[in-house]
């Protein structure tokens, strides 16, 4: 199963981009053994200017076909690393190609794009600027693959 950051702007070279990519490609080393595909974003932007429905048009083709979708609200969920893990792993097991993590725009995202989702997951609820969400994002799906594999780097 492939991971996914769907996200809301384009991140430009520096330590943030470092940062995620870093993640990313340990999450896909990690998650290879575990029978998780390569994790990726696939960046949107809205150069319209048509705002949160646009955003949401954009995110929604970026998605890809049969992925479960998780998205970033803070109107979601709060869950422990190895909750997110244990979701992971069972979308996994079931058979699930993909799982799309969706991060919106500086508006947030459309109530049809959070009624799309299959999970609505908040790190709090404080508003997280979108880089910082992003690197955030990145870090736990490294720590989900971490968990499942039984690494020491997750500790409770």
Not at 20 to 33: D, E, F, S, V
Not at 81 to 106: K, Q, Y
């Amino acid at each position: 199963m492939r991971l996914t950051i769907c996200a809301v702007g384009r991140l430009r070279k520096g330590p943030e981009a470092d940062l995620i990519a870093n993640y990313l490609a340990r999450a896909t080393r990690t998650g290879r053994a575990l029978g998780l595909g390569a994790a990726s974003v696939i960046e949107v932007e809205d150069r319209k200017g048509g705002g949160q429905q646009a955003e949401a048009a954009l995110l929604s083709k970026a998605i890809p076909d049969r992925a479960r979708v998780i998205s970033l609200d803070e109107r979601g969920t709060l869950m422990t690393s190895p909750d997110l893990a244990n979701l992971v792993a069972r979308w996994r097991d079931d058979g699930i190609p993909e799982t799309a993590f969706v991060i919106g725009g500086a508006d947030g995202l459309t109530d049809e794009m959070r009624a799309r989702s299959d999970h609505l997951l908040s790190f709090g609820r404080m508003v997280w600027p979108h880089m910082l969400a992003r690197a955030m994002l990145a870090e736990q799906i490294y720590r989900a693959t971490t968990i499942l594999s039984g690494s020491p780097y997750h500790r409770v």
